[in-house]
C-alpha cells in the first residue's frame, strides 16, 4: 500500500526530531531540554568503529574503536567513548535514522551532517572521572561492549518511526562532551566526533 505524502512528511518529521530528546540513564525529565553545542572536529581527527561478534558469552555485542589523530596535539577525552549510539534502517538505497540512545553527539541540524552536534555537559565532574588521551599524530585503539557501555545497546525499534520488515541496520557512534561550567580540564577535546556507519547483524523484530 502506498503512502500518502502528508502521511510520510509527518513521519519523517517526527523521526528527524527524536534524536534530541534522548537522555543519559538515570537523568532527570528536564535533560530533555537541548544542551549546549559543538562543532564536529575537522578530518584530520578520526573516529571509526566495526562490529565484532559476542565478546564476552552473555554480555551482548562489542565494537573495536579507533581514533586517529592526525593534529601536531594531543587530545583528551572524557569517558566514556563513545557516549551515545545513533541506529539507521536500510530504506531503499539510503539510510534512515530510527532510534538513539545515551548523550553527546545528535546533530542540531539532521539535514546538514557537516554541522554542530549537541554536547553533553553534566553538572558536576565524577569523582572517579577518567580520560583517554591520544597523542599528536597518533592513534588510540581499544573494544568496548554494552556491558561496560549501556549506551551500546543494540535498539535500532521505536514504536513511532520504526517499519515492519525492517532488518537491516548500520550504526553511527558518537562522542561531544563539555565540562561543567565552572571547572576546565587543559586538551580536553571540545568539538564532536561521529563514527562511520558500523555495519550490524541483521534483526528481526516481534510481529
Not at 4 to 33: D, E, N, Q, Y
Not at 71 to 79: Q, S, V, Y
Not at 142 to 150: K, M, Q, R, Y
Request: charged share 15%.
Amino acid at each position: 500500500m502506498i503512502r500518502s505524502s502528508t502521511a510520510w512528511a509527518l513521519r519523517a518529521a517526527i523521526c528527524i526530531l527524536l534524536p534530541f530528546t534522548f537522555t543519559v540513564p538515570g537523568a532527570t525529565a528536564a535533560s530533555h531540554i537541548p544542551g549546549p553545542t559543538v562543532p564536529l572536529c575537522p578530518r584530520q581527527i578520526a573516529f571509526t568503529a566495526s562490529y565484532l561478534v559476542e565478546t564476552v558469552p552473555g554480555k551482548g555485542s562489542s565494537f573495536l574503536f579507533r581514533i586517529e589523530n592526525g593534529t601536531a596535539k594531543p587530545i583528551m577525552l572524557a569517558e566514556p567513548v563513545p557516549s551515545s549510539a545513533h541506529w539507521y534502517a536500510r530504506v531503499g538505497n539510503r539510510w534512515l535514522w530510527r532510534a538513539s540512545s545515551g548523550a553527546g553527539g545528535s546533530y542540531v541540524d539532521a539535514i546538514n551532517e557537516k554541522g554542530p552536534v549537541f554536547a553533553y555537559q553534566p553538572k558536576y565532574v565524577a569523582a572517579d572521572a577518567k580520560y583517554i588521551t591520544v597523542p599528536a599524530h597518533g592513534k588510540y585503539e581499544w573494544t568496548a561492549g554494552e556491558h561496560e557501555i549501556p549506551a551500546l545497546s543494540y535498539k535500532p525499534g521505536c514504536a513511532l518511526c520504526n517499519y515492519p520488515g525492517e532488518r537491516i541496520y548500520k550504526a553511527v557512534f558518537a562522542y561531544a562532551y563539555l565540562p561543567p561550567a565552572q571547572e576546565h580540564k587543559d586538551g580536553l577535546l571540545a568539538c564532536g566526533l561521529r563514527s562511520n556507519l558500523a555495519d550490524m547483524p541483521p534483526k528481526d523484530f516481534p510481529k
